[in-house]
């Protein structure tokens, strides 16, 4: 019978050979895709928003903007780019040997801080389009208030809604892995991603749009008057949109992409798939 998907052994055998290979991508190449990846994850941030930002029901406003936002996974899976909480599965080829945690954590701080020229790229087009103008400011008021409430997130919350967030897309990523057609790889990547956005789970390339784009709008006496009118946001808070306000969140939340990415789907997906057991075994009887 004609197999149309790579099963799961193949799926991470697959993503330890291309992890192998980010790791050792020329800086300039990688500097440039992580670009890339932090734009395009802004993009689907930046029309998700745009989507939902007049949706009074929760619910509903995150399920119209978890349809939208996937399109940023797309684009990276299917163009190119290195985005770094899906790299955070280079894990895999550190316990498998294949590359140094020198080779791994340079990697995830290049591809995290090119992210974030990429995803800022797209935060300043963004303000300067009029974007933001529509519904008479309504989604500048918007970008205000995700920031306000990113910004005053708990260590706790952010780290636990860090491990839920990458948990999801690296599944997306070896889903998509698991599929041999552009169409498989679409629906693979479409759920998770969806899943994590109707979740609210926190993920830090993701708030390297919002936040920042929030920080912008609150330079905008129109915006943060729309804020305060419809969302009941207080002066003090919308001056609380600092860079070092914003650490509360980038912090937190990259911990938890980490730890979401390498312990809770990297390393079990390597001793599940690529451990020799039977080996293992023996030689612990033998010790």
């Known amino acids: 019978m004609e197999q ?10 697959n993503n330890m050979k291309a992890g192998e290979g980010k790791a050792h991508l020329p800086l300039g190449k ?10 395009f994850i802004a993009l689907g941030g930046a029309t998700s928003s745009t989507a939902a930002h007049a949706i009074d029901n929760v619910g509903l406003a995150r399920f119209v903007a978890g349809i939208i936002f996937p399109v940023g996974l797309m684009i990276i899976v299917f163009v190119g780019g290195e985005l770094f909480t899906g790299n955070c599965l280079i894990v895999m080829d550190v316990v498998g040997k294949k590359v140094t945690w020198f080779e791994c954590i340079r990697n995830l701080i290049v591809v995290y801080f090119s992210n974030l020229i990429g995803a800022l790229i797209i935060d300043t ?22 920031a306000v409430g990113k910004v005053g997130i708990s260590p706790l919350k952010g780290i636990t809604s860090g491990i839920l967030c990458n948990i ?15 169409v498989g790889k679409i629906w693979a990547i ?8 109707v979740g609210g789970f926190e993920h830090c390339v993701a708030n390297m749009f919002y936040i920042p784009v929030g920080m912008m709008a609150a330079q905008n006496p129109a915006y943060v008057a729309k804020a305060q009118e419809a969302y009941g946001l207080t002066a003090e808070q919308i001056q ?28 079990p997906c390597y001793f599940i798939y690529k451990k020799k057991w039977q080996k293992w075994h023996e030689e612990s009887k033998n010790a």
């Open 30 to 39: 990688m500097i440039l895709l992580g670009i890339m990846a932090g734009a």
């Open 125 to 146: 087009l963004i303000y300067f389009s009029g974007n933001l103008d529509y519904t008479g400011g309504l989604l500048g008021a918007y970008a205000i208030k995700v």
């Open 240 to 267: 609380g949109l600092t860079v070092l306000h914003s650490l509360n969140n980038f912090i937190p939340v990259t911990i938890g992409n980490i730890l979401g990415g390498m312990v809770f789907v990297g390393i």
């Open 168 to 182: 999801l897309v690296c599944i997306a990523i070896l889903m998509a892995a698991a599929a041999t057609d552009i």
């Open 4 to 13: 149309h998907f790579n099963t799961p052994a193949e799926v991470i055998d």
């Open 190 to 197: 479409f759920f998770p991603i969806m899943a994590f956005v």
